[in-house]
Structure formats: C-alpha cells, structure tokens
C-alpha cells in the first residue's frame, strides 16, 4: 500500500491503471512536459505505461483536488536513488513536479512541494532534497524559491536524453537543517517563511 499524503486542497496518492486518461489530457500538453525534461505524452496506452513504470516507484504521486472529484491534475515525486547521471548520496533525494496547465497559477504545486518537503524530512528522514530547473524556467524556479529551496550550482551541460538536448540546469536544495529551523522559527514568532 502507498502512503496517501493531505493537505488542505490536495491529496496525494500513488498512481493507478484508471488515472490514464487524465493522464493524457494534461501530460500531452506541448508547454508541460519539455519544461520538465520529458516528451508529450502521445496516446493513453504511453500514459498508462508511465503509470505502470516510471509513476509505479515508491514516493511517485498524482497530485489529486479534492474539489475537482480527486480527478489527478499533476504529478509529484521524490527519487531516492541516484544513477551515473544524476548521483545521490544517501539520505539524499531530488524532487520533481508538474501541473496541468487550467491549473497553473493557484499556487498547486508548492502546496504539494512543501507536503513533500514535510514527508522526505519527518516520515523519510532525508538530509537533503535537491531540486532542479532548466534555465529560464521561472515558474518552477518561482515555486521553490517559495518553498524555502536555495540555489546549489549550476550544470552547464545537462544532457536531456528524452529531448535529445543539452539544457542548463540550475539545481538548488533545502537541507534538514533549513527545515527544521524554519519549522521552529515559525513555531516560536507564528511567521510562515515559506510564502515570501
Ligand atoms: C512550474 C509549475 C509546476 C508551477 O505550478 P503552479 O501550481 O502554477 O505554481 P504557482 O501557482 O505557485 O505559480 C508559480 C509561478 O508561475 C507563474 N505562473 C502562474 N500561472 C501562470 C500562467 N498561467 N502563465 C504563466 N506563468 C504563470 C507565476 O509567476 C507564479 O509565481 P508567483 O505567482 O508566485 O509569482 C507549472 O507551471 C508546471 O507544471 N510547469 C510545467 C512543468 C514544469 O516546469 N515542472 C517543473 C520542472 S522543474
């Protein structure tokens, strides 16, 4: 059984077989997916083979509104494993996250994001979250600037397999450190530092 993670307009859960035609509606949009590193998705049956993959792997989940009949609206995840490309070091992990596009701009995904910073710290308890970010990506950049996230370095050449491009990434993390002094600073002075 997967962790079903709340907040107070989102619910997040793990993907299933059903979740294929929202899928599509929002992943083959041209403006989400190359934005994140991956192809528009082309027909259901790509989606529905996501879903069974790539969105199968522990602390991958559909970003679901509760005002909208939890239909899933977006994806949120935390990898947890490394590759030659991208290493981790233990107690590490990187985020990533999308939305669909009638849904941008109501402040979805750092709703989601802080949740997982919440999740990877208290419940994992990770040392660190990386993020990342193609350059000129204000939006996700806006995202976790909101969300406590501070700039790491930058990778000049990102080799994108998917796109089949080289991309400059900038990467940026939140430390455990960060965010338990957050969690504390706003105990004590009731300030919520994450909505700058
Ligand atoms: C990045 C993304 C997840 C933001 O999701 P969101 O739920 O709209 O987040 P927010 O509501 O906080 O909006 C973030 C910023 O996007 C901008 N924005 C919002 N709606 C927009 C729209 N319709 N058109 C252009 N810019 C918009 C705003 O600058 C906003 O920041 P601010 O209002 O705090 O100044 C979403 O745009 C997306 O999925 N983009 C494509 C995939 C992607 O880039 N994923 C991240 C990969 S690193």
Sequence with gaps: M?????????????????????LFKYASDREVGPAAGWLPHRDEGYSRA???????????????????????????????EGSPERPLDRGCAELGFWVGRPFWGQGI????????????????????????????????????????FKYHHTNTMCRVIMLGE????????????DYWTQKSHKFYTGKVLQNL
């Excluded at 993959?53 to 009949?69: G, N, P, Q, R, S």
């Excluded at 995904?109 to 040392?127: Q, T, Y």
């Excluded at 991309?167 to 939140?174: P, R």
């Design 50 to 80: 996501v879903i069974r993959t790539i969105f199968a792997k522990d602390e991958v989940y559909a970003i679901c509104l509760k005002d909208y009949d939890e239909e899933p609206i977006g994806s949120i995840g935390l990898t947890l």
């Design 166 to 177: 080289t991309k400059v990434e900038h990467i940026n993390v939140i430390t455990d450190v």
């Design 109 to 148: 995904a750092p709703e989601a994001v802080r949740e997982m910073i919440r999740h990877g710290f208290e419940d994992l308890k990770l040392k660190k979250i990386y993020c990342g970010y193609f350059n000129g990506n204000n939006k996700s950049k806006r995202v976790q600037a909101k969300c406590g």
């Design 2 to 22: 997967k962790t079903v993670l709340e907040t107070e307009r989102l619910i997040l859960r793990g993907w299933e077989d059903e979740d294929a035609a929202s």
